[in-house]
């Protein structure tokens, strides 16, 4: 239906109703905060190391964890969590990807992960929720820096790895602070430390308890300053993570040099998964080597890409796909099995249908049914659940809110 169209059914809609202007929704007010803490596993919170989490799940909504969606990377579920669609179908198909349109995009890459045009096969929920009359802030988000579908979120800044926490809670609050005319009605908050952490030291290491409780600490700022301004049981807060870490010690290396000629392709993508390009004149000798069966590695034709995982059918994704046994990375040698220059201790982007890939999913609000317990649901499904909290029209997705409205307390249903 065009835009048009749909207004001119609105309007309709309202006047049937007897009003003269569309009904103000119910719920449509109550502002969402969306905290991710990347890589956040979750079984993480049962350690102990994160008393502010661990209070708010008691009090509010905790469960099993989100089933990330597949490749289960940051940059392809960050996009999923605000789209409600599968990375085949946002277009974000990979943390690396290299299309002739558009050159190459990595996360390092400023001007690519700014660049509207990776991102507006889909539309993130600041946009929609922005044309419909919120105002939006993000305190970091993979797509937050571009201009999608022409619009940016109202209040954001460049994604800085180095700025502090306390800082970033703060300046959230301060947003939260601003007069009713330009307070933002969806709001995000975005703490990389415990991803880092998993992938320098592994997920069982102190290191990543230490930074599972530095973004404790920086959460227990955030709710003593909600509940400062009276905001805690005001406001609808979800806490979330990505996708989980697995171990993957330093002798489970795949190298695709000995199986392929590295001057005979381009490797677009290494690590849990690893996407493929054939040089041309090179397809079947390409194709033949991966595709026979390996120890710790299946590849596939990207047609082939068993259904269950929802990948292969976007052209973004090479035509050549392999996927590691979890605890195993693809590497070309072993310089390239790297997190920032150092190993790689853990790692994701495996199945996203195993345990460790599962990510944290904690909810508290006014919304939300307390002392609730979820079982374990897909992170596409979060987008509708935030669609229908800030009553704004859900963009067509993959999600779905009937499996996740038992969360949710009766009367906001
Ligand atoms: P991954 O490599 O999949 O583990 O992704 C985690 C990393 O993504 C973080 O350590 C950050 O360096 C990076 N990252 C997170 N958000 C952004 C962003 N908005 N822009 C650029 N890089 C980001
Ligand atoms: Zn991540
Ligand atoms: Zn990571």
């Known amino acids: ?112 992960v700014s660049d509207g045009r990776w991102w507006d096969q889909a539309e993130p929920i600041w946009v929609t929720a922005q044309r419909d009359g919120l105002k939006t802030a993000t305190m970091f988000w993979p797509g937050s820096e571009a201009s999608i579908h022409g619009r940016r979120p109202d209040y954001w800044l460049p994604y800085d790895g180095d700025m502090g926490y306390d800082a970033r809670v703060d300046h959230v609050l301060q947003w939260l602070d601003l007069p009713p005319a330009q307070r933002p009605g969806f709001v995000t908050l975005y703490f990389e430390a415990v991803d880092s952490a998993g992938h320098y030291e592994g997920p069982d290491a102190p290191q990543t308890d230490a930074a599972i409780a530095q973004v404790d600490h920086a959460l227990a700022r955030l709710i003593a300053g909600l509940k400062r301004r009276g905001l805690y049981d005001r406001l609808n807060l979800i806490v979330l993570a990505d996708h989980g870490m697995a171990a993957t010690p330093p002798a489970q290396r795949i190298f695709l040099d000995d199986l392929i000629d590295p001057a005979h392709a381009q490797v677009v993508s290494t690590g849990a998964i690893a996407g493929i390009i054939p040089a041309p004149g090179h397809e079947a000798e390409i194709a033949g080597a991966l595709l026979k069966p390996q120890p710790h590695m299946q590849c596939w034709r990207k047609a082939d890409i068993p259904a269950r995982l929802h990948y292969g059918g976007n052209a973004r994704v090479p035509p050549l796909f392999c996927l590691a046994q979890v605890g195993w990375l693809i590497t070309h040698n072993q310089a390239t099995a790297l997190h920032h220059g150092k190993p790689l201790r853990g790692e994701h982007g495996f199945d996203n249908a195993d345990p460790t890939m599962r990510a944290l999913f904690v909810a508290h609000g006014p919304a939300f049914r307390p002392r609730t317990w979820m079982p374990v649901f897909p992170n596409v499904d979060v987008y509708p659940l935030m669609t229908h909290l800030l009553g704004i029209p859900a963009q067509p997705n993959d999600g779905d809110y009937r499996a996740v409205e038992g969360m949710l307390e009766p009367a906001a249903r």
């Open 1 to 112: 239906m065009s835009n048009l169209l749909r207004l001119a059914c609105l309007c309709l809609a309202a006047l049937a109703a007897g009003c003269a202007t569309p009904a103000a929704r119910p719920l449509a007010r109550t502002p969402l905060l969306l905290v991710s803490i990347d890589g956040f596993r979750a079984d993480y919170l049962d350690r102990g190391y994160s008393p502010a989490l661990r209070s708010l799940a008691t009090e509010g909504v905790q469960g099993a964890g989100l089933q990330p969606s597949f490749p289960s990377l940051t940059f392809p579920n960050h996009y999923s969590l605000v789209t409600g669609r599968y990375p085949d179908h946002h277009g974000i198909v990979d943390n690396a990807m290299s299309v002739p349109a558009l050159g190459r995009f990595t996360l390092g890459n400023r001007a690519a």
